[in-house]
């Protein structure tokens, strides 16, 4: 296949197996240099909620067995790896007996949903006007009403969060503060209202990442269509008489976007991290508010279980792009003549 050699795709599948064992250890040691035991503030949790739980040190002996931390550290690390192999992701710590599976189950849609859409439209709309402030055939006035789309750009994912919510939801109340649906009118299930209500539960969360994060798609872009400026191709589709909106989408933007769509696989796991916090001033049911509510309850089977699934997924989709690189552009391979 044409730029797609069988030692490049070893390398790739060797490079997958060693990121994914990278990341899964490191998301087991992190969380157990975290100061306390997690049993022992589950059982500190349900006192200060009963005001007193009987035998709560053989409660907490018992749990510590039950979930395999009384056993040595290395050995708990060979059984966190071969259930990790198996996607089997244990039990919660502080929402038991309820599965890591399960919880996961409920917020991934809810996290896929919100930061698909933003993503996308960021990414589109990002690298639009980053080629579009490079392309010297845009008018003067949109190249100097353009900039003022990245002002945001420096701003975090969560202070522009809570702007928002100030303006929008606090004082013009145009758009509700938090939730991912409006519970006590609308019935979850493939119906108008149900989805009407997300879009616009959904909106505010969406708008934040998408200001917060369209500038880095435009100066990547920028930089790229300046860069492709003067090379060969361009020059010939001039000389040819291409219509101009032909050579910027066709021979400019097609060119320059390669690069930024590797960029996107590699920033998936920290787009989904920068939310972490847009989903918890929101109160939105999806994976970045679990992972806070795992850290905030020491649940190691929690943020074990969720990083290892960003992980995992980050990996698969830099493994496909790098699959598919070679394809589009058979320059790019390992493979040295």
Do not use: C
């Not at 502080?94 to 599976?101: G, K, L, R």
């Not at 108008?192 to 539960?201: A, D, L």
């Not at 066709?250 to 320059?256: D, S």
């Not at 020491?298 to 699934?309: H, L, R």
């Amino acid at each position: 296949m044409r730029g797609l050699t069988k030692e490049y795709v070893i390398r790739r599948i060797g490079m997958f197996f060693l990121t994914v064992w990278l990341g899964a250890t490191l998301i087991f040691i992190i969380p157990r240099l975290a100061p306390g035991d997690p049993v022992a503030a589950m059982v500190t949790r349900l006192m200060a909620q009963s005001g007193y739980v009987a035998n709560s040190a053989e409660i907490i002996e018992a749990w510590r067995a039950r979930f395999g931390l009384d056993a040595p550290i290395l050995i708990q690390y060979l059984r966190f790896l071969r259930n990790s192999i198996m996607f089997d992701l244990g039990y919660s710590l502080s929402q038991f007996p309820v599965e890591v599976e399960e919880m996961v189950a409920r917020a991934l849609p809810w996290t896929i949903g919100l930061l698909a859409i933003a993503t996308i439209i960021s990414f589109i709309a990002g690298n639009t006007i980053g080629a579009l402030l490079a392309w010297r055939r845009t008018p003067a006035l949109v190249k100097s009403l353009l900039p003022l789309t990245l002002t945001f750009t420096s701003v975090p994912f969560f202070m522009l969060a809570i702007l928002l919510i100030y303006i929008f939801g606090f004082g013009l109340k145009w758009f509700p503060i938090g939730g991912g649906y409006d519970t006590r009118t609308v019935t979850i299930g493939l119906n108008w209202p149900f989805i009407k209500s997300v879009i616009y539960h959904g909106t505010l969360p969406a708008f934040a990442i998408v200001i917060a994060s369209m500038g880095f798609w435009a100066l990547g872009m920028r930089g790229m269509m300046i860069t492709n400026e003067g090379e060969d191709y361009m020059i010939l589709a001039q000389a040819k008489g291409l219509r101009p909106g032909r050579i910027f989408w066709r021979y400019a933007v097609r060119n320059a976007v390669l690069p930024q769509v590797t960029a996107l696989a590699l920033s998936l796991g920290g787009i989904v991290g920068g939310s972490v916090l847009v989903e918890y001033l929101f109160s939105y049911p999806g994976m970045g508010y679990l992972l806070y509510q795992g850290i905030v309850n020491n649940d190691f089977t929690v943020i074990q279980g969720i990083v290892f699934i960003l992980i995992l997924s980050t990996a698969t989709a830099v493994l496909i792009i790098d699959l598919i690189y070679p394809m589009i552009d058979p320059r790019i391979t390992y493979q040295k003549k």
